[in-house]
């Protein structure tokens, strides 16, 4: 069983950042991803990162603002957000799946119920 702990939400001004974390021990054995969901909205794969040659999609909403990157060491992946919009206020949650590709995977081809593991969610308001 992993128990992913999302951290690091909280509430920004527009053009401002937050470094979101996900930890669990047993992490680098699954792709790792963070999505979000909006109120009244579906949820949406924001950045994934393969646990094995480490490559990474964005969502084209995030692309150039966010970074997602993984330390193996210490059994957790971040996700940098720069120059954030009242765009990107949702609930943010990082899931786990272990066989897939990072597009795949972010792109939900797969049902909400078939990703191996959710985090409880942490949230992120942009307002002025």
């Known amino acids: 069983q992993v128990q992913l702990v999302e951290s690091g939400g909280g509430l920004v001004q527009p053009g401002g950042s937050l470094r979101l974390s996900c930890a669990a021990s047993?992490?680098?054995?699954?792709?790792i991803g963070w999505f979000r969901q909006a109120p009244g909205k579906e949820h949406e794969g924001v950045s994934c990162i393969s646990n094995t040659d480490r490559s990474t999609y964005y969502a084209d909403s995030v692309k150039g603002r966010f970074t997602i990157s993984r330390d193996n060491a210490k059994n957790t992946v971040y996700l940098q957000m720069n120059s954030l919009k009242a765009e990107d206020t949702a609930v943010y949650y990082c899931?786990?799946?272990?066989?897939?590709?990072?597009?795949?995977?972010?792109?939900?081809?797969?049902?909400?119920?078939?990703?191996?593991?959710w985090g409880q969610g942490t949230q992120v308001t942009v307002s002025s």
């Open positions: 899931v786990a799946l272990r066989y897939t590709t990072v597009q795949a995977m972010c792109q939900m081809r797969v049902p909400r119920d078939a990703y191996d593991y």
């Open positions: 047993g992490l680098n054995d699954y792709f």
